[in-house]
């Protein structure tokens, strides 16, 4: 992270004795280590911050509704055009406790620069890990894929296994989501993303009442950390005393898989595209909430348009300071 010294040296009229240093000074030098990188991942790569990636900005990328960047360029415009970024730049710790031991100086912010491949939408999944348990997995893009069906079981297997040695133990929170893709022949996992188990993660086929009233399986050794869990099933037979870890594996919790079915009214998601509120000013969206401000805001960008607005300046007359917009 950049950033700039605070300079008192000030002279008694109010003027800096100083100025402060520029810190756009050291700004060459990461500039060329992103070239240097974009070059070394075969010259195409996706952005990402320390949570977020700027994916509501691909409206405005040089490949459209791509985050696809071949230049330094391309990267600081999604950065720039990204809400999603500026929430992590300026609202990291909202929805958390409070803590005098952490605050926003302390965050290091780190630019992730993943090699670009083109993914299939409809083999992204979200997973909803509560307790160090996945109580739910389901699809990220809200269309309907007949072929995933016949599928489910081996997603569901795969996913779990990939979670149990990568995550399970190694993540620091106990309850957060993840998203991953799976390329064919859908026996290997991509890890995408990993969320905050907080409401501003979108639960997707699932809601958060859902997700939080959900009972988790208690854990294989130790004692449960809730009063919801449920024991899993245990082996009635001594002859399967030795092998008591393999028939755990075997009784061991599948978390439900939620597909999107054809009947389903949300399967053609035509309505809207996603990320929609992100891709027109602020104003537009303000004024999209009531009619008379819709109305009033679309004949004042048809008379800007027709080059008929006049920009009226601070002066008390009509005519003091008045620019008149023409075609």
């Known amino acids: 992270m950049i950033t700039g010294t605070q300079n008192d040296n000030t002279t008694s009229d109010g003027w800096d004795s100083d100025p402060d240093p520029d810190p756009s000074l050291e700004f060459p030098e990461i500039h060329q280590q992103i070239k240097d990188t974009i070059a070394e991942l075969g010259g195409l790569v996706a952005p990402k911050l320390n949570w977020s990636s700027p994916k509501d900005a691909t409206w405005?990328?040089?490949?459209?509704?791509?985050?696809?960047c071949a230049t330094?360029?391309?990267?600081?415009?999604?950065?720039?055009?990204?809400?999603f970024i500026t929430h992590d730049l300026e609202h990291a710790f909202d929805d958390c406790a409070e803590s005098d031991s952490v605050t926003a100086q302390d965050i290091n912010y780190v630019l992730v620069l993943r090699k670009w491949f083109k993914a299939n939408p409809s083999c992204e999944f979200r997973c909803f890990v509560k307790q160090r348990r996945i109580i739910g997995i389901c699809q990220?893009?809200?269309?309907?894929?007949?072929?995933?069906?016949?599928?489910?079981?081996q997603l569901q297997d795969t996913i779990q296994k990939y979670f149990d040695k990568t995550l399970k133990s190694t993540f620091p929170d106990a309850s957060f989501v993840f998203d991953v893709y799976?390329?064919?022949?859908?026996?290997?996992?991509?890890?995408?993303?990993?969320?905050?188990?907080?409401?501003?993660?979108d639960p997707l086929l699932f809601s958060w009442l859902e997700l939080l009233t959900m009972p988790v399986p208690a854990p294989l050794m130790g004692v449960p950390?809730?009063?919801?869990?449920?024991?899993?099933?245990?082996?009635?037979?001594?002859?399967?005393?030795?092998?008591?870890?393999?028939?755990?594996?075997?009784?061991?919790?599948?978390?439900?898989?939620?597909?999107?079915?054809?009947?389903?009214?949300?399967?053609?998601?035509?309505?809207?595209?996603?990320?929609?509120?992100?891709k027109l000013p602020k104003e537009v969206v303000d004024a999209s909430m009531g009619e008379?401000?819709?109305?009033?805001?679309?004949?004042?960008?048809?008379?800007?348009?027709?080059?008929?607005?006049?920009?009226?300046?601070?002066?008390?007359?009509?005519?003091?300071?008045?620019?008149?917009v023409e075609p």
Request: negative net charge.
């Open 140 to 153: 990220r893009d809200l269309n309907h894929f007949d072929f995933l069906f016949p599928l489910k079981e």
């Open 182 to 201: 799976l390329p064919e022949p859908y026996d290997r996992v991509r890890l995408m993303d990993i969320n905050p188990w907080a409401p501003r993660t």
């Open 60 to 68: 405005i990328s040089m490949t459209k509704n791509s985050m696809e």
């Open 225 to 278: 950390d809730s009063s919801e869990n449920q024991p899993l099933p245990q082996s009635s037979s001594d002859e399967d005393t030795q092998d008591e870890d393999v028939d755990v594996e075997e009784v061991a919790w599948k978390p439900e898989l939620r597909l999107m079915r054809k009947d389903d009214p949300e399967a053609y998601n035509f309505s809207s595209p996603q990320y929609s509120a992100h």
């Open 72 to 83: 330094p360029n391309d990267i600081y415009l999604l950065l720039k055009s990204s809400d």
């Open 292 to 324: 008379s401000s819709m109305r009033e805001f679309a004949d004042q960008w048809k008379k800007m348009m027709d080059g008929d607005v006049k920009l009226q300046g601070g002066g008390d007359s009509e005519d003091e300071d008045e620019v008149v």
